[in-house]
């Protein structure tokens, strides 16, 4: 018994000594590793939780809306009133030009002989008026002469002196109408050179012409017998020319022969009926002569007018500009021939420019003629130009394609423009630009 106790007593000994030794020689378990996929439900969970509590949240209100655009000038096309060779273009393009002033002269060489031709005329008709003018005095005194005689007939002492004296005056009448005769004829002599210098330039051109082939030779033969009538008339009309002076003299012997007679009158004793129907010839006379003046007037307001017509288009040579502005462009150089109508130079408005930009279907609503804007350059980004909404398209259109991106170019869009208020010379046609639209 003694020696079973100290083996009893060892055996718990033993048993613990076995039991650490398999703790402290088992493997310690790791910890479990977080997986990410389990997040995910619960992060669009959150998300969505988030995006329902922002769709009931009230919104802030847009005050401005932006664009971008490129800043346009309206254009002004100077065009030809009538066609002619280009003389002289006095700008340059980029040149300031003032309204009214001359910026191109143009030139056509029969203007002037049409110019020069119609004065011509101007002056013989004048000159047809005068003598029609004496002719009526001339009846008119015809007249007085007649009634004079018929009071002679009477036996009327006094009356036949003064016919003679009337006859003095008749007859000096007949001499100022001779003298006013020679002044037509001479005026006639100058519109017919002044024809036979149009003919000839006429005949000259067509004969540059018909060598080129721009005209057949039929037409030059027509330039030609136009200028060998005008040589015609030439020579008829000085012909009346030396007649009408000869008719001066003869009409100043009648003049000193009727003097004398004054002196020596006698009573003719002519029976009143014979002095009735000479009296009745001069009325006609009168009559026809007062015809002749009234066409002869008619003839100066006619001329008168063809030559301020010819006058305009010698004037619209001179083009000037209608508006204060700068050479944008100049197609043409001196020497060139142009037709009616054809632009000759463009002109921009340096005061009227506006911002070309396009707004959103969706946004176009909020926009309105009037609205203020602001235009910001790329060279002075902190200080916008003023301006306005002065134009909005009626109809929508797909984003024209100098967008860059495919898919904006597809979009439905409003043009609009911004009209700038003082563009102050920095603001210039071509600038790119942006804009804020105030939606207040």
């Known amino acids: 018994m003694s020696q079973a106790a100290p083996n009893s007593s060892e055996a718990p000994q033993i048993q613990p000594d076995s039991h650490n030794s398999e703790r402290s020689t088992a493997i310690p378990k790791s910890p479990k590793k977080f997986n990410p996929r389990l997040a995910i439900p619960i992060v669009l969970a959150i998300g969505a939780i988030g995006y329902g509590i922002w769709t009931i949240l009230p919104k802030p209100a847009e005050t401005v809306l932006h664009i971008s655009g490129r800043l346009e000038s309206d254009e002004t096309d100077i065009g030809a009133k009538t066609g002619g060779r280009v003389a002289a273009i006095l700008v340059r393009e980029g040149d300031p030009v003032k309204k009214g002033q001359v910026i191109i002269e143009m030139e056509d060489e029969e203007i002037p002989a049409q110019l020069s031709g119609l004065n011509a005329q101007i002056e013989s008709a004048r000159q047809e008026e005068v003598q029609a003018q004496a002719e009526v005095a001339v009846a008119e005194s015809r007249i007085r002469e007649a009634t004079l005689n018929l009071k002679q007939s009477e036996g009327d002492a006094v009356g036949r002196i003064d016919q003679a004296q009337f006859t003095v005056s008749a007859t000096e009448s007949d001499l100022r109408q001779a003298e006013a005769q020679v002044k037509l004829s001479e005026a006639q002599v100058q519109q017919s050179r002044a024809e036979l210098k149009l003919a000839k330039i006429e005949r000259d051109r067509y004969a540059e012409l018909v060598k080129e082939g721009a005209v057949n030779q039929q037409q030059f033969d027509l330039k030609q017998t136009t200028f060998s009538t005008a040589m015609a008339n030439v020579d008829t009309a000085e012909a009346k020319l030396v007649a009408s002076r000869a008719a001066v003299r003869a009409s100043s012997d009648r003049f000193r022969a009727a003097q004398g007679g004054s002196i020596q ?176």
């Open 265 to 440: 009158v006698q009573s003719t004793g002519l029976n009143p009926d014979i002095r009735n129907a000479q009296l009745d010839t001069y009325y006609l006379q009168k009559s026809q002569a007062q015809a002749k003046l009234v066409a002869a007037q008619a003839k100066v307001k006619n001329a008168q007018a063809a030559r301020d017509q010819i006058q305009k288009r010698l004037d619209s040579f001179k083009v000037k500009s209608p508006i204060d502005g700068i050479v944008q462009s100049r197609p043409l150089e001196s020497g060139a021939v142009v037709a009616t109508g054809k632009t000759l130079l463009t002109v921009l408005d340096p005061n009227q420019v506006y911002l070309r930009g396009y707004i959103p279907e969706g946004q176009i609503g909020k926009i309105r003629v009037g609205q203020t804007a602001r235009v910001f350059l790329d060279s002075s980004p902190n200080k916008p130009f003023i301006a306005h909404v002065s134009q909005i398209d009626t109809k929508a259109s797909f984003t024209p394609e100098n967008i860059y991106f495919k898919q904006d170019r597809v979009k439905q869009v409003f043009g609009i423009k911004l009209a700038i208020d003082q563009p102050e010379g920095f603001a210039k046609s071509g600038m790119p630009a942006d804009a804020e639209i105030d939606l207040k």
